[in-house]
């Protein structure tokens, strides 16, 4: 039998009990002959305390400092979970990010690993020992400091142990059974997915489902690694996120639709009364991509015959706003626009599923549930196999809802259960 990857969030471990039982659990699957390789979250809301601890230190604490006082949560829980498996009697050694090999490049806060060397993790296994591996850090190649990978990364640590080791499974163990057709916490009725292809939780994750992190989606497709999403809690079989296999002439149908997401992370910026020259809007995202700042939806309209300008409005990451909007107003001049306006009340709601690609009407179905609702739709934006709408932040829920009736994803008898988390 193989290797497994397990990764374990931090509601899962979110105090001693829950470290314990974690324990069991990885006993229980190194008992069934696999080899196991872990990597743990810092215990339950510990990222989110030790940020709001440095900011009371300061508003502005040095990335370098903030990513060395992140990982300390990770250590915390890597060293607990490694008494634990010890004292059911097997041999467990922890490891940082850094020691597992780990390595990123030195952009503090969201670094991205450039490759795993993971020596020490293969020895501890080749021993007979459980590894026990911090998530989200790595050293980076040119500074050697410690690097953080951006909020959630456990998961894209999990898995790209698990691309380096050749593991059979990477195992994601979180708060709620698996992934469901919408966030079970708004809609009651959603139903638990057996199998999702990876095209389509990368849709799902880059439109806000935090089930899994979206880059650990892109690198479980790059390197073909299967992920089981499933619950800590419980050990019945989760959703199964798999390389697309469907084929022409399959007899089973896919489903045309995997669900319904939703992001409240986003912000809208306005640039108001653009002229209408070349070179205009490339101007504009330089200097945001110079700037490091993400751009997800973009619309221009055409500009008014009488002034030959447009507006441009584009969304962007809530916590981007600030940098983006100082971005621009530098260029305010050298471009000639009116003005900037910044919006952060609103949310975006995406349809994921790869069988709409042959399947029309998707898109009026979807806005006549919105419209039905009263759900005003803002800005629209699709790829082959996702429509996604930017709403008022105030009408997420009610959009979700209605798009997951509407197309049928409602299931009889509630079978969502969301174990714990603040969902923070
Ligand atoms: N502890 C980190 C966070 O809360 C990483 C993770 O949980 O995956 O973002
Ligand atoms: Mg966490």
Redesign the pocket.
């Given at each position: 039998m193989g290797i497994v990857v397990q990764k374990y969030?931090?509601s899962s471990v979110a105090d001693a009990d829950g470290i314990k039982r974690v324990a069991q659990r990885i006993v229980n699957t190194k008992k069934q002959g696999h080899e196991v390789v872990v990597v743990v979250?810092?215990m339950g809301d510990?990222?989110?305390d030790l940020r709001d601890l440095a900011e009371q230190v300061t508003p502005l604490p040095p990335p370098r400092e903030l990513d060395m006082l992140?990982t300390a949560?990770?250590r915390i829980s890597m060293a607990l979970l490694a008494m634990a498996v010890s004292s059911l009697g097997h041999e467990a050694q922890s490891f940082t990010g850094s020691q597992a090999g780990v390595i990123t490049d030195s952009v503090h806060g969201k670094a991205k690993i450039i490759d795993i060397t993971p020596g020490r993790i293969q020895s501890a296994i080749d021993e007979g020992h459980v590894a026990i591996v911090a998530?989200?850090q790595g050293v980076s190649q040119d500074t050697k400091d410690v690097t953080t990978l951006?909020?959630?990364?456990?998961?894209t640590t999990a898995v790209a142990l698990a691309a380096a080791l050749g593991a059979e499974v990477c195992e994601i163990y979180t708060d709620v059974a698996g992934v469901f057709t919408a966030d079970p916490r708004i809609v009651p009725a959603a139903r638990k997915l057996d199998r999702v292809s990876h095209e389509e939780m990368l849709e799902m994750a880059a439109s806000g489902a935090k089930i899994l992190?979206l880059r650990c989606v892109e690198y479980a497709r790059r390197y073909d690694v299967p992920i089981h999403v499933r619950t800590s809690f419980d050990t019945i079989e989760g959703t199964w996120v798999l390389p697309d296999t469907a084929e022409e002439g399959d007899t089973v149908e896919q489903a045309i639709i995997a669900g319904v997401a939703h992001d409240r992370s986003e912000a809208k910026i306005t640039v108001v009364g653009v002229p209408d020259k070349v070179g205009e809007a490339a101007r504009i995202f330089e200097v945001l991509a110079a700037s490091e700042v993400n751009i997800d939806m973009v619309v221009q309209n055409v500009s008014a015959a009488a002034t030959a300008r447009t507006d441009i409005s584009f969304t962007l990451p809530r916590e981007d706003g600030q940098v983006a909007m100082a971005a621009l107003a530098k260029i305010q001049d050298e471009v000639g626009y009116d003005k900037l306006l910044f919006d952060d009340r609103v949310g975006k709601v995406s349809l994921i599923g790869a069988g709409m690609r042959s399947h029309p009407g998707i898109t009026a179905k979807f806005f006549a549930a919105l419209a039905a609702a009263g759900v005003n739709i803002e800005m629209i934006s699709t790829s082959e196999i996702r429509i996604s709408v930017i709403v008022d932040e105030g009408q997420i829920d009610t959009a979700v809802r209605a798009t997951h009736t509407a197309f049928d994803l409602d299931a009889d008898e509630v079978e969502a259960v969301v174990y714990g988390g603040t969902g923070r």
């Open positions: 969030g931090g979250s810092a510990t990222t989110d992140l949560g990770e998530g989200f951006g909020r959630g990364a456990s998961d992190h």
